[in-house]
């Protein structure tokens, strides 16, 4: 089992994806992860459905996917809208079509804790700079938008 291989290779945590298992399996593999290997589970959801079976399933870690798995469409608008739902004691995590300090910060406000940040990094011309940048623009040392050729939020 992939958690297994995980916890022996390592590794500090394991992304569980609610849309690709049902309560069952959800709720056992977190237990397993988090309760049993000391492992943080990082629970994935898209949708306010998805958002209260992570909370059912025991989840401290719920990362907000802004991509549609479905259609592969990106929207901020996701974090914005289920950070409305998610329990205050939960640990909350923006994933996805985020290009700029500025979304950090605004995302931040509303109570998001930590932020996936993958394309833009990929896209731009100087990843290690355009960390930079993200990383003082949340600090408020410079903030600026990362050049990274994405489209904007």
């Known amino acids: 089992m992939q958690i297994f291989e995980a916890a022996a290779a ?11 298992l049902d309560d069952v399996s959800l709720g056992e593999l977190r237990a397993l992860a988090e309760d049993e290997l000391g492992l ?13 079976r992570a909370v059912n399933a025991g989840a401290r870690i719920i990362g907000v996917n802004n991509r549609d798995l479905g259609t592969f469409h ?3 608008s996701t974090s914005e809208r289920l950070i409305t739902e998610a329990p205050r004691d939960k640990i909350m995590i ?7 300090a500025d979304s950090l ?17 990929m896209r731009a011309p100087e990843p290690e700079r355009a960390l ?11 903030p600026r938008r990362v050049s990274t050729g994405a489209g904007p939020l």
């Open 74 to 76: 990106v929207s901020v």
């Open 10 to 20: 390592g590794a500090d945590a394991v992304l569980l994806i609610t849309a690709a």
């Open 40 to 52: 943080d589970a990082l629970v994935e959801v898209h949708t306010v459905q998805e958002l209260r």
């Open 132 to 142: 930079r940048d993200f990383v003082a623009g949340a600090e408020h040392r410079q």
């Open 94 to 100: 923006s994933e996805s079509g985020l290009h700029s």
């Open 105 to 121: 910060l605004r995302l931040h406000k509303l109570g998001f804790r930590g932020f996936l940040i993958g394309e833009a990094l």
